[in-house]
């Protein structure tokens, strides 16, 4: 069955920009008609849905993130990636990748990785 | 855009049966899915589009939905039910919105 891991950078200068992969394994990024999400969860508090990416690289972002948020798609790699930029110490979270198999309905998460702005 | 409202807790003894509340959801579709999150760990979809339950996740839940609220009920508590649980929802246009979360306590 499908898997996920995210990567990246756990530590991200304030300004600077923050970029995570997300690589699926156990499955082909572009078979079924699913959506490729990423969510966070600030120290101690709830979920935040940042947005997400069809195969086809059509993206859809939170409007709160928008304006600093970029999801990209590699089919070559099975990989999707999250770049927010700008970050400040308020992007300090745990980051989560997961697979929308429809409206929300994410059935299959990476463990999380987490990442602080300092 | 504001998140959903959930009571942020909840608590039952073993046994009984407690309902988690979800307000602010869309009343034009009924794309309401529920997570629950241990400590520690990613979320696990427990129902989505407001009633379904995936395989896997125990009869003990359920969902439901009336206008602009859904609602998750778990019967028969078990202690492993403890944990946090997230809605989500559907608003149109390729947006979706968490609850604020509900700590639930198993006595």
């Known amino acids: 069955q499908v898997q996920l891991q995210e990567s990246g950078p756990g530590l991200v200068q304030p300004s600077q920009t923050l970029s995570l992969t997300c690589t699926v394994s156990?499955?082909?990024?572009?078979?079924?008609?699913?959506?490729w999400s990423w969510i966070r969860q600030h120290p101690g508090k709830g979920l935040e849905w940042i947005g997400y990416i069809y195969h086809s690289g059509s993206a859809y972002y939170s409007p709160s993130l928008q304006s600093r948020v970029v999801i990209s798609v590699d089919t070559s790699k099975n990989q999707f990636s999250l770049r927010l930029s700008s970050v400040t110490a308020a992007d300090t979270a745990v980051y989560y990748c997961?697979?929308?198999?429809?409206?929300?309905?994410?059935?299959?998460w990476g463990q999380g990785t987490t990442v602080t702005v300092s | 855009q504001s998140a959903l409202t959930q009571p942020p807790s909840a608590s039952g003894s073993p046994g009984q049966s407690v309902t988690i509340s979800c307000t602010g959801t869309?009343?034009?579709?009924?794309?309401v899915s529920w997570y629950q999150q241990h400590p520690g760990k990613a979320p696990k979809l427990m129902i989505y589009?407001?009633?379904t339950r995936p395989s896997g996740v125990p009869d003990r839940f359920s969902g439901s939905k009336s206008g602009n609220t859904a609602s998750l009920t778990v019967s028969g508590l078990q202690a492993e039910d403890e944990a946090d649980y997230y809605c989500i929802s559907y608003e149109g246009n390729n947006n979706l919105v968490f609850g604020g979360g509900t700590k639930l306590t198993v006595l």
């Open positions: 997961a697979k929308d198999k429809f409206r929300g309905a994410m059935d299959v």
């Open positions: 156990g499955g082909s990024i572009t078979s079924g008609n699913y959506y």
């Open positions: 589009d407001a009633i």
């Open positions: 869309s009343s034009d579709y009924n794309h």
